[in-house]
Structure formats: structure tokens, C-alpha cells
């Protein structure tokens, strides 16, 4: 793994939890984890507000711009599936010659 891979994941996991706690400490319609906070949680996170609401949006975007980093440079990484390769048959093969057919079900008895 590269330095810019592992920098990218570093800078991800951080931008994740801190988009969790922002988020929660955003007032919402019943008040939110920012009032449990108290008084300083109220005045700091308040509805009038404007610069939760920007910081959010800016660790929103390190978020994604981050994901979209780690994808770029693992996509040319990845081989085969997840089960491996003899896990799922071909859709298009032909059935095995030496395979026997599955059994046929039983017939109703004649009296019913």
C-alpha cells in the first residue's frame, strides 16, 4: 500500500467520526445532543447557528472527496470476486456430459 493510500484511509476514518459527532450536535426540531450539552451546548450549536451547518458541509465533502481518493487508487487492485473463482458457476456453460439427470418425482398413487 502506498503513503497517499494510507494517508487517504487516515484522512476517511477521521472525516467519519467527526461528521458523526457534528451531525448529533446539530439542533434538530426536538433540540438534539447539542442540548445535552447544557446552556454552553445551546449558545455554541444554536438555531442561529450558520457555522455548524458550513463545517458540516466542508467535512462532508473531506468525506467524499476522500472515498472517491480511495477508490481511485485501489480500483486497479482488485482481481477475481469474493467467493473466488470456482464459487459461481458460468450462467453460459453447457451441463456436464457425464452429470445424471435429476430423478423424476414420484407419480400419485392410482387410487387417489
Known sequence: MSLLTVLCYILFVIAAIVLIVVVL???????????????????????????????????AGVFLASALCIHVLNRGKVEGNILGDDAAPS?????????????????APAGQ
Open 91 to 107: 450462467l453460459n456453460a453447457a451441463p456436464d456430459a457425464g452429470a445424471t439427470p435429476p430423478a423424476a418425482p414420484p407419480a
Open 25 to 59: 450536535l446539530q439542533e434538530g426540531r426536538g433540540g438534539g445532543f447539542g442540548e445535552a450539552l447544557g446552556s454552553h451546548g445551546r449558545e455554541t450549536f444554536g438555531v442561529g447557528s450558520k457555522g455548524i451547518n458550513t463545517f458540516t458541509a466542508w467535512t
